[in-house]
Each structure stands twice: as C-alpha cells, then as structure tokens.
C-alpha cells in the first residue's frame, strides 16, 4: 500500500476535528445519495473573516471522512475569502491519490459544505 493511501485510511480511523463546536457560527450539511455520504462543517469566524475552529461530523467513505479531517486542518486560521478560493484540485491534492470517477463526489463533498456553511455567515 502507497503512503498516501496510508494517511487516507489513517484520518478515516482517526479524523482530526471530528466532533461538535458548542457555539458555531456556521453549520451546514450536505448528503451525497449516490453513495451515502453525509458531512457536517460546523465553523466559527471571527470579526476578522478568518475560521478559528473548525469541526466536522457525518459518515461515510474513507474517502470522504479522510478528505474531511485533513480539509478541516487546512482551513483553521484561514480567512472566508481564502477557503471560498479553494477548488477540487486543492482536495485531489492533499489526498494525493487516483481517484476513481464514482469518489469524486465522495472527496469534494467536504469542500462544497465548508464553502456553503462560510457563504452563511455574516
């Protein structure tokens, strides 16, 4: 096994950020039917526009739940305007992996709730 699919498969077993912030200023969450996949971002943004924690929850693949974990390391200090910025290449490259065309979704479904749940601060 590569040593990408190995820290894959490690933030599947072990997420960073797993959880529930008790005060978010931003939830949101999204369901890919085609798989199953379920993602909750839960954020907090200061005054200044920048994410100074992040927390996700949900189920799914390792794909999606590893994607998830290391997003959620990314984006802790960075500003709204910097994660709105972030593509599905920005995902393929922190997974650093082939991809099949069917877990696409699966890894960029994470990306799509955190740029939504920053889209409804205020």
């Not at 369901?31 to 954020?43: Q, Y």
């Not at 526009?49 to 390391?73: P, R, Y």
């Not at 290449?89 to 740029?115: G, H, M, W, Y």
């Amino acid at each position: 096994m590569d040593i990408y699919r190995e820290l894959i498969l490690d933030h599947y077993k072990h997420p960073h950020n797993f959880g529930h912030l008790s005060k978010p200023t931003a939830t949101h969450t999204l369901f890919n039917s085609a798989c199953g996949d379920k993602i909750t971002m839960e954020i907090q943004v200061d005054k200044k526009d920048i994410v100074t924690d992040i927390q996700f929850s949900g189920e799914g693949c390792a794909i999606s739940q590893a994607s998830a974990s290391m997003l959620t390391d990314l984006v802790k200090g960075k500003t709204k305007k910097e994660i709105l910025k972030l593509t599905s290449a920005d995902i393929f490259s922190l997974l650093n992996t082939e991809l099949s065309v069917s877990r696409v979704k699966c890894a960029v479904l994470p990306l799509e709730v955190l740029q939504k749940a920053v889209t409804s601060t205020v």
